[in-house]
């Protein structure tokens, strides 16, 4: 594993990570399906990460970081997302207005986080659990909630807790073209550099996973999805998926796209499918 | 009186031109400003817009309104580069392709 210094200037690290970058040369525009994808990027770092158990990356990255480790394990006893997921129940026993509950658009409720994100024949899109979630409200005549902050993160938490245990299972289904589409166009979004740094997502968690930028380890793609919404002690409170797209986008100073456009529901159909067999562990807690 | 005359037309002379340039600004600050912002319209209509262009844009629009023309056309030169090369990264990238260190 090689380490890059932390270096206070960001653009020290670019100029780093541009050599680096510089050292390979893209290749190889054939077709690969999705399960060649995933196999790919496990043997990838299975082969970076020797030794560490595939189901360990369902911890992110404490599945190598073993300082950083120790004390996200002491944060874990007293979990900081504890009252959402207190709020969130609550939210999922209310009735609505018109007295019908959410259990009534999930009947496999609340445990059913693995049932999403997938595709949905009849819109013709990739519907994640909080596009789903704000849909049933507005079915039942309620306003629809906030996607990056605010109250979605605790019912969003309540049911990552019910559904723990669960494993993530994206489908695409064959004879969906569609489906495979949008797939791919999320794949190809987590591989296009952007932004003044000219990063990809790829860039920081596959290829430099492991390494630090400034004081974070980076996380590996493999296993990205299996915990939120997340607490983050940077952000003071729980988050959803796409706030941490957005601040990852922001980070290499690209325009961030909006939360639960297509953009950000195609990249999280690719980036949970990497994850297919591992754990559902949310809510979780971060730095 | 021959000198007085000459003094008072290059005074005035003086005073035109800067008027006509200070006036010539404005028009190359507001011209630069949308030069940048279909720069930055160009590169979102690809999806390669990057943070801060519509920001110094803005700033550029603000910068002119305080009648600095100068530095509204550098600011908003600056955001037409941001946009352009926006552009280019995401056409640059329009095919796929993998990187080498996955294995197929």
């Known amino acids: 594993m090689k380490k890059i210094l932390v270096k206070t200037k960001?653009?020290?690290?670019?100029?780093?990570?541009?050599?680096?970058?510089?050292?390979?040369?893209a290749v190889s525009s054939v077709f690969a399906s999705p399960e060649q994808d995933r196999k790919s990027i496990i043997e990838y770092f299975e082969t970076r990460f020797v030794g560490i158990p595939l189901s360990e990356y369902a911890n992110g990255v404490y599945a190598y970081d073993t300082v950083g480790r120790e004390s996200w394990e002491a944060i874990e006893e007293f979990p900081p997302y504890e009252i959402a997921i207190e709020k969130g129940q609550t939210m999922w026993e209310t009735p609505f207005a018109n007295g019908k509950t959410y259990k009534d658009c999930f009947p496999d409720g609340p445990a059913f986080a693995d049932q999403y994100p997938r595709w949905d024949k009849k819109q013709a899109k990739v519907v994640t659990l909080p596009l789903a979630i704000n849909q049933c409200r507005e079915a039942n005549g309620e306003k629809p909630l906030k996607y990056k902050k605010g109250s979605i993160n605790d019912i969003l938490a309540y049911i990552a807790y019910e559904s723990r245990g669960k494993k993530t299972h994206v489908v695409i289904p064959e004879g969906e073209p569609g489906a495979l589409a949008a797939y791919e166009d999320g794949k190809k979004f987590f591989f296009t550099r952007r932004g003044q740094l000219n990063f990809s997502c790829a860039t920081c968690h596959i290829q430099?996973?492991?390494?630090?930028?400034?004081?974070?380890?980076?996380?590996?793609?493999?296993?990205?999805t299996t915990h939120f919404p997340v607490y983050r002690s940077k952000w003071g409170a729980v988050g959803t998926l796409h706030r941490r797209f957005t601040g990852c986008n922001k980070q290499v100073r690209a325009k961030p796209f909006k939360a639960q456009g297509e953009e950000y529901r195609n990249l999280e159909y690719f980036l949970t499918y990497l994850s297919n067999g591992l754990e559902l562990n949310g809510p979780g807690s971060r730095k | 009186?021959?000198?007085?005359?000459?003094?008072?037309?290059?005074?005035?002379?003086?005073?035109?031109?800067?008027?006509?340039?200070?006036?010539?600004?404005?028009k190359a600050a507001q011209d630069a400003i949308a030069a940048a912002d279909q720069a930055r319209k160009k590169?979102?209509?690809?999806?390669?817009?990057?943070?801060?262009?519509?920001?110094?844009?803005?700033?550029?629009?603000?910068?002119?309104?305080?009648?600095?023309?100068?530095?509204?056309?550098?600011?908003?030169?600056?955001?037409?580069?941001?946009?352009?090369?926006?552009?280019?990264?995401?056409?640059?990238?329009?095919?796929?392709?993998?990187?080498?260190?996955?294995?197929y």
């Open chain 2, 1 to 26: 009186m021959k000198l007085a005359i000459k003094l008072l037309l290059i005074v005035v002379l003086g005073f035109t031109s800067t008027v006509i340039l200070a006036a010539a600004s404005d």
């Open chain 2, 43 to 103: 590169a979102a209509s690809v999806k390669g817009e990057w943070r801060d262009t519509g920001k110094i844009i803005k700033q550029a629009e603000q910068t002119r309104k305080k009648g600095d023309f100068d530095k509204a056309i550098k600011l908003a030169n600056k955001a037409e580069r941001q946009g352009k090369y926006g552009y280019e990264q995401a056409m640059s990238q329009q095919t796929l392709k993998m990187p080498s260190y996955l294995k």
């Open chain 1, 10 to 25: 960001i653009q020290k690290l670019t100029a780093c990570l541009l050599l680096a970058g510089m050292a390979f040369t």
């Open chain 1, 208 to 224: 430099n996973a492991g390494n630090r930028i400034r004081s974070d380890n980076l996380s590996p793609a493999l296993g990205h």
